[in-house]
């Protein structure tokens, strides 16, 4: 062991003791640590101050003083006692990773606010439309034993499996399943704090492995990792951190298996960030290929070329396996995303750059700004940290100069692979994604952190002129774009970064000098980048919330307060059971209320109408956008008002509003009669209605409806006109709504005009009123259409009825009118733009006959489950079976217990032919691709055992290969042969590994 001072001192009296006594560890003198205890508190009370100063919260100051004192305490015993910190087997540095980790996260939601240290939660954006709508979805099909095929709480119906794959499948949303519905929030705040925790535990448990070291090294690599941007500013996506929990002990798995160990770690891993999340899985999948590559050009000395090709082939075998482990999950989930939007989308026609390369450079500095919209920079910060040692790796001369090129050539790859768009799309599996760019960029930070662990591993051997010449390059590099730069690029990102990278590049310089042990470098760096990727995610997660909003409001669009997601969840529960207490799982019902999420079918599972999932189909999407429902285009249909209409035609019963629906029990036009109302304790009121006109999910209509053409109404259609064809065709009736021109500008007409329904507009910011006067009494409904405005607004005899959105627009209900009132449309937008708006009255009379008519044909329903439906339909001639359930090829359906063909109405339905009499129906569901997908994963999981345990191959295959020699053997030959020819002995064990070359042993080779 090396002194730490020329003149002997500490390390000397250590070992004076060892020689005293050879067979009892020394103790350290009392008194160091005394001084250890002392620099402890120091640590902590600077901390303390400065957190104060900083204006932290108090808990934020006491809990950040403890982590920074107790690194401190251990780099001052290190001084005096370095023999303590040096047992190989030890846990304590992979658990302090985990520790440590856990300690950032939580100091960063301290920071936010989030209960129990203030009044908010975690939910942001999605995760308060989607993802907590889905959490409490799987909560209710575990609890109450519901289909894991089949989902009736997503719009209409959709499969369950790959919206379970892409939200569900992580084994920490077990924690959903145990705590109470009324600690959702709770449980998804921690289930994002064990996930970043256990992101921190596994790159320090691939660091030991790789590098075969254990210090504190492995902690600083495990604590860069758990807070590198992408983990704080997408930890609200909550889904995509499983795989990114995964990622290192998969590449320590290819690593063992690459050096000739066991696959299995690697297969099972790989399956494992698969099933939990295949869309980053797949990310991970292109990233080991090129870690493959980087390894044998790293390692290609001493290999010949049967060696390389066996090599090949275990990492192409062991992928596969990982892969088909999988299959019974991810077949069937990418048959169904074959029918989302992202489906559709192609290469751009042209190559060009997504920015510029120079800009990327300030997002690996303190405190970027968190990018979740549009097309912005990656979030790629994992500390300034990485940086310097990115820097310093290229002068490491210990380090390989193949092995510098090759991994500098890897992290270079992969920002061309974002800055390019092609190579950007295909990272995405082929599909631009909306808003959250860059997913890839993760892969980015875990490979400058794995080059900093690599360069930590031989930080002594950097020479003095080496450290200053890194420090020099980042210095330069931060100024210049500090001057030169894009002005986001403020006074603290500039300045603290370079306070930490000169506090980095003294204690490497004074590693590399000698002053210093390498261990005790470790501990210095470690209390360091702990403060600063704490600090750096602190401010992003504020950042974040104020780019989104504000901090403490109650909207979908940045963190939400706790209580308003769950104040009205008891009055709202309630209200639906009232509801499912009816047992009509035939009809649909809705919730109707001002603040609701995109998924309410889903947080209270009852079968509505209300989706907002990447799983969901587009052309289900694009039907209900062209019949009048609020549409995104892409994955999202949303019920935000009744119309008695349609509303009918897809078995809404049942309708729970927040306030009182003024035109219930007024006439038919409405069919809405009012049940009862729910109150909670605190008064919030919950008004219950029932549809009368309401349809069941299927019901016979006439034959003529397999001529409807949802293409012939183009992309932006009157759903008035459709609807009115939907009904003539379903019953052979007149329409059911007399459409209208009768508009006139009325205020605004030198810059606005309207011919028929088409208006034009140049206001530039004011605001044109086209007004439509009533001919006749009668239920009133209005659909506008322009997407380029930024506001429209309703209003009936000067009372306002709302403000349908420009970018997702809906049929509004304006109420039951009489003759002479006035309907007043307000549009404005910054520029010139045009669109329409269509204005329909019901036509009563014809309304009721139609679904008077339909109502005959209505199926008697034996048992509506979500995947399993009996019943019995008479039809009078050949007739068509309506259903309002999605088309989707995993239903199969049975009349009189004999298959029928299925078919897509308007590439939405699920519809068949009935002919004429008494029938009972059965519909079943399995989704496609599940029978084979199982069948592939069990292959798979054999043949992992087989490969992890040769001689269970040789028994399970000795027969086959028994049967193969004997047809091989020559009978006359065989009579001359000794008794004992064919001994078991004989026959070699099967290992797959040694097909290219069974007599050449592979050596293992060290990094």
Known sequence: MQNFSSGGGFDDRAAANRLRDPNKPSQPPIIFTMISLFSAIIVFLLTLIIAKSCSAETWFAVIMGVATGTISFCAVKLIFDEASFEDPDSPAYIMMSGVLAFICIVLTYITLGVYPFGENSVLIVDMHHQYACFFALLRDKVTDFGSLFYNTSAGLGSCYLPLFAYYLSSPFNILMILFPRELLTEAIALATILKITSAGVTFAIMAKGILKRNDFSIVCGGVMYSMISFLIVHSWNIMWLDPIILFPLIVLGLHRLLHGGNPGLYCITLALAILTNYYIAYMLCIFLVIYYVAHVICESKGYSLSMQLKRFWRFCYSSLIGGGISMALLLPTAIYLGQTSGAEDAFARDLESNFDLFQLFQRLLFAPTPSIRGMSLPNVYCSVLAVFLLAAFMC???????????????????????????????????????????????????????????TLDNIDSISAKGVIGAWGVIAALIMFEEHY????????????????LTVYGVIALLC??????KTLCYALLLLFVFSEVTANASVNIRMLDDNEGGLGHASAEYFTRREDYTKDYVVNSAAIQSIKDYN?????????????????????????????ASSNPKSTTTFMGKLGFAVNGVNSYLFRNY??????????????????????????????????????????????????NALPKLFLVDDSIKSLDMEQYGTYPNPFLIQNDLYRLMTGSEQIYDLSTNMAVTVGNDYASVTGNYFSYNGYGTAFTATHTAVKEGAVFVYVDCRAADNISVSVDGTWVGSPSANEPYILSCGWLGEGSTVDISVGADGSCGGNI????????????????????????????????????????????????????????????????????????????VAAGTHTVELKYVPSGFIVGIIISVISLFALVMVM??????????????????????????????????????????????LFDENEQETEQEE
């Open 396 to 454: 490491c001369k210990k380090i390989p100069l193949k092995k510098r090129v090759t991994w500098c050539g890897v992290a270079g790859f992969v920002i061309l692979s974002m800055s390019v768009n092609w190579l950007n799309f295909a990272w995405h599996g082929f599909h631009f994604p909306n808003d959250l760019p860059y997913r890839e960029s993760f892969v980015l930070s875990f490979v400058l952190i794995y080059i900093a662990i690599l």
């Open 485 to 500: 730069g894009d002005t986001s690029f403020d006074f603290r990102s500039t300045y603290v970064s370079m306070i930490f």
């Open 512 to 517: 590399a000098s000698g002053k210093i042990k």
């Open 584 to 612: 009509e799982p035939q009809y649909r019902m809705e919730l109707k209320r001002g603040y609701g999420t995109c998924n309410d079918p889903s947080l209270f599972n009852y079968s509505g109408m209300t989706v907002f």
């Open 643 to 692: 119309v008695p209409a349609v509303d009918s035609l897809f078995s809404l019963k049942y309708l729970v509003s927040e306030s009182v629906v003024n035109d219930a029990d007024n006439g038919a036009v409405s069919s809405l009669n009012y049940v009862n109302t729910v109150y909670d304790s605190e008064g919030t009121t919950r008004y219950v209605y029932q549809n009368a």
């Open 838 to 913: 269509y204005i329909a009255t019901l036509d009563e009379a014809a309304f009721t006959s139609a679904i008077s008519t339909l109502k005959t044909g209505a199926m008697e329903f034996d048992e509506c489950g979500e995947d399993h439906i009996t019943g019995t339909v008479t039809a009078d001639t050949n007739r068509v079976m309506f259903t309002s359930i999605p088309y989707d090829s995993g239903w199969s359906v049975y009349i009189d217990g004999e298959k029928v063909p299925t078919y897509s109405l308007g590439d939405a339905l699920l519809c068949f032919e």
């Open 949 to 994: 345990k040769p001689k269970w191959a040789q028994v399970v295959f000795a027969p086959i290969t028994k049967l193969f020699k004997k047809k091989k053997a020559s009978p006359a030959v065989i009579s001359d042969m000794p008794d004992d020819f064919l001994d078991d002995a004989d026959f070699e064990p099967i290992d797959i590994d040694h």
